[in-house]
């Protein structure tokens, strides 16, 4: 079942632009992760932010969780040409060890 | 530093044909263990997790399996390949205590079916 439900599904900016992914989830989180996709390549973990943070930064990254409303939103500032791909967030389904992705937002970054 | 390897990268095979795709884990002891399905376009719907040698859980019923022969090897097969079984396959892995950790992925299989 769908736990993560990423917005916009397509995004498309100009570079220097900052691209904002939001995410929706169901039920009660301990965390709540962000993953990068190049198109035809694995996944790559970019961030995860706990149930009881409200922001984290990475680089050019700032992710924030409202767990009241039940959502995320992944901020790339001063955005690159090669920030080109999709995200995903991902969360963990109820006690078990599967770990639960949206659909995912496709980023296009335009020079 | 953990790596994983995936392979083939791409693979083309007839309807009716056995499969068999295998990841390997390096630099970790007793990974988590993980197979995902891609379609074109969309999330990545979970197949198989393995919490330990010989320890399969099926997440999706079809005419795939999942086995776990050594600690850091997990292998994808099906006997008979049907066309619904094209798409983008990945592996990943993730430590074996606490769910505040990340899952890393290879780079994936692309297999098409004719």
């Known amino acids: 079942s769908q736990q993560g439900e990423e917005d916009p599904q397509a995004l498309s900016i100009q570079e220097g632009e900052n691209a904002t992914m939001n995410c929706s989830y169901k039920t009660s989180i301990n965390n709540l992760q962000w993953y990068r996709q190049n198109s035809g390549r694995g996944l790559v973990h970019l961030i995860l932010i706990r149930s009881n943070e409200r922001e984290k930064h990475s680089g050019r990254l700032r992710v924030t969780l409202d767990t009241s409303k039940k959502s995320s939103s992944l901020l790339i500032t001063a955005s690159r040409a090669a920030d080109t791909a999709s995200y995903f967030c991902?969360?963990?389904?109820?006690?078990?060890?599967?770990?639960?992705f949206g659909k995912g937002t496709k980023l296009t970054v335009n020079p | 530093s953990q790596t994983i390897h995936q392979w083939p990268a791409t693979l083309v095979q007839p309807v009716g044909s056995p499969l068999s795709l295998e990841c390997t884990v390096e630099?970790?002891?007793?990974?988590?263990l993980y197979w995902y399905r891609q379609a074109a376009g969309r999330g990545l719907q979970l197949l198989f997790y393995s919490v330990g040698i010989g320890q399969i859980s099926s997440e999706v019923p079809q005419n795939l399996s999942a086995s776990r022969p050594q600690d850091r090897q997990f292998i994808l097969s099906s006997k008979k390949l049907l066309l619904s079984d094209s798409g983008f396959y990945l592996c990943?892995?993730?430590?074996?205590?606490?769910?505040?950790?990340?899952?890393?992925f290879g780079d994936g299989t692309r297999l098409s079916i004719l």
């Open positions: 991902a969360t963990y389904q109820g006690g078990s060890e599967k770990l639960v």
């Open positions: 990943a892995w993730s430590v074996s205590w606490g769910r505040d950790q990340p899952q890393h």
């Open positions: 630099g970790t002891s007793n990974p988590n």
